[in-house]
């Protein structure tokens, strides 16, 4: 079985201010770990994935994220935060095998940029 | 073109009508997949469909129904709607070895 649990629904930042936006999981079987971005009446769009290459994974819009297989943890982050970054975030994970490709998703994080 | 299209985008329904939602792509891609948000519950999967011939039930597949009419086109259906169902729809697909999805921009169903 494969989890998510995105820890605080919503976060609010300043521009200019780092943004981290948590995430954990729970697998079986060493996990794909994705981020999702979705804008206001839209649908989402990745942001970044972790595959099992590089444990730091950069993508669009200057966000990153770490897999840490210790902590079960890949939280994302962005040095400075952009007004546009206003949006919700989803972490999702695939556990391979059988189920490979089949993403499980958490419950969003909502992030509020104040000028 | 969007590369996956849901349609309709917003529809509004009464209880116990039935109501098909579609879902077409132009990615060629082989899986396909019907999810519902709400609200502080993230998104939760119904059906997927990993070829034409492959259908699956999700973790709430309970009152919904899927038909895969070719590669391209994914439809879930609702049986006899019900309040608790409303909701936004995604219909999303991957590619074998991908391991990420492209999603529709959604269907808003309301059950009146």
């Known amino acids: 079985a494969q989890s998510v649990t995105q820890l605080g629904s919503h976060v609010s930042v300043s521009e200019g201010a780092l943004v981290l936006l948590r995430c954990n999981y729970s697998s079986s079987v060493p996990p794909y770990l994705f981020w999702y971005v979705q804008y206001p009446n839209q649908g989402l769009q990745l942001l970044l994935k972790?595959?099992?290459?590089?444990?730091l994974v950069k993508g669009i819009n200057g966000f990153e994220a770490e897999f840490k297989k210790s902590e079960t943890s890949f939280h994302l982050t962005k040095p400075s935060a952009h007004m546009s970054d206003a949006a919700e975030y989803f972490c999702a994970v695939s556990s391979g095998g059988t189920s490979y490709g089949k993403l499980t998703f958490g419950q969003g994080t909502i992030l509020t940029v104040h000028p | 073109d969007a590369d996956v299209t849901q349609t309709p985008r917003n529809r509004i329904t009464k209880t116990g009508k039935r109501i098909m939602l579609e879902c077409s792509q132009t990615k060629g891609h082989d899986r396909m997949y019907w999810y519902r948000q709400d609200p502080g519950l993230g998104l939760r999967l119904i059906y997927y469909s990993f070829d034409v011939k492959d259908i699956n039930k999700g973790e709430i597949s309970d009152g919904y129904s899927v038909s895969r009419q070719a590669q391209a086109k994914f439809s879930l259906s609702l049986e006899s709607a019900i309040p608790n169902q409303t909701a936004l729809y995604f219909c999303a697909t991957s590619d074998v070895g991908e391991g990420g999805y492209t999603f529709g921009s959604g269907t808003r169903l309301t059950v009146v």
């Open positions: 972790y595959t099992s290459a590089a444990t």
